[in-house]
């Protein structure tokens, strides 16, 4: 009596598979065991942060942004602009995200906010006067997905 391997049909001694499709089969399992691992430390505030990271200014990224907020009063920012940026922080903060207030970036930009939840990084552009054109440019220059908040 003859077997055959469940996966590719070849004629086998012993067993359900073959010796190329029982390590395949090995390899596949493997394969899927590291996706997994990779999905869950892609899901923490460690591998966002570091996304951040990787693209921001380097002298003092961290200590004088993470969770601070900063504002223009010298006229780059109005009242509302101001206003509404300290809402949208204290939002983020509330929730327990790590916020980046006016964070410099390697090209010379400065979101209004950039928020870590998780492994995921998101940009929030407070927009008063601003023309459409220059909201499209921002999200064409910006490395992450931006989220624009009207005031």
Not at 84 to 107: N, P, Q, T, Y
Not at 115 to 125: D, K, L, R, T, W
Not at 132 to 141: G, V
Request: hydrophobic letters at 35%.
């Amino acid at each position: 009596m003859g077997l055959n391997c469940k996966r590719c049909k070849k004629p086998i001694e012993k067993g359900a598979h073959c010796i190329e499709c029982r390590e395949i089969i090995l390899y596949e399992k493997i394969e899927k065991h590291k996706n997994k691992r990779i999905a869950k430390i892609r899901n923490t505030p460690e591998y966002g942060i570091g996304k951040v990271k990787a693209v921001a200014e380097g002298r003092c990224w961290c200590s004088t942004h993470n969770g601070c907020f900063r504002a223009s009063f010298g006229g780059g920012e109005s009242e509302a602009h101001r206003r509404k940026k300290f809402e949208r922080w204290e939002h983020h903060m509330s929730l327990g995200r790590a916020v980046f207030c006016e964070l410099i970036l390697k090209d010379g930009s400065r979101p209004d906010l950039i928020v870590v939840e998780n492994g995921f990084v998101f940009i929030e552009e407070i927009v008063c006067s601003e023309h459409e054109a220059s909201i499209i440019l921002k999200k064409k220059k910006y490395p992450f997905p931006v989220n624009v908040i009207k005031v």
